[in-house]
């Protein structure tokens, strides 16, 4: 990806279950190795938005097809391409390891709440 061009803030999903799994009563947080944090909420009509580790804010939409979550930015501008990682169903305080679109190694944590979420 150039470097001119902001890679999506979602590192890895989790499997939303329904209308009252914790994928959409939660924050995924992701962890990067220098300890910056960006923040992922999934909605149950297929929306996400998000909040990067540079604190901007993205939204898009998401889908789940051959084992994986896939998430398509549309703002602040579209992205051309989906990202997917292998989704994981997953409770509040499960913690596990994936990678950022950057190939950076994360760790990813399911929390309850919704706080700092932008507005859509």
Do not use: K, N
């Amino acid at each position: 990806m150039p470097p001119s061009t902001p890679a999506p803030v979602v590192s890895s999903a989790i499997a939303p279950a329904g209308a009252g799994s914790a994928a959409f009563a939660g924050t995924i947080v992701s962890t990067y190795p220098d300890g910056r944090t960006a923040r992922l909420w999934l909605h149950s009509d297929g929306a996400y938005t998000a909040r990067g580790r540079r604190g901007d804010s993205s939204a898009g939409r998401w889908r789940i097809g051959a084992g994986r979550v896939c998430l398509r930015q549309s703002r602040p501008w579209p992205i051309p391409f989906s990202y997917c990682q292998p989704f994981v169903s997953i409770g509040y305080g499960s913690t596990w390891s994936g990678r950022a679109p950057t190939g950076e190694a994360i760790r990813l944590t399911l929390v309850p709440g919704r706080a700092d979420e932008p507005a859509r």
